[in-house]
């Protein structure tokens, strides 16, 4: 069983409905007990992406604000 990326930061940022602490959206978070392992692993490879993508810019936020 693949195991939630939750990081107990559970706050969604409101341009992209993305969590600034696992950066998974809504849609992967109300979903993911759903999920079977390869799509949980499709998803954590997408969350990777993202935060090689730089924390503001892929949460979609301003640096600053």
């Keep these: ?14 341009g992209r409905a993305m969590c600034i602490g696992c950066f998974r959206t809504l849609d992967e978070i109300a979903r993911w007990s759903e999920m079977d392992d390869a799509q949980r692993e499709a998803v954590l490879a997408a969350l990777a992406k993202r935060r090689l993508a730089g924390d503001a810019a892929a949460l979609g936020w301003e640096r600053g604000s």
Aim: proline residues 7%; hydrophobic residues 35%; contains cysteine.
């Design 1 to 14: 069983m693949v195991k939630s990326p939750c990081v107990e930061v559970c706050q969604l940022n409101t």
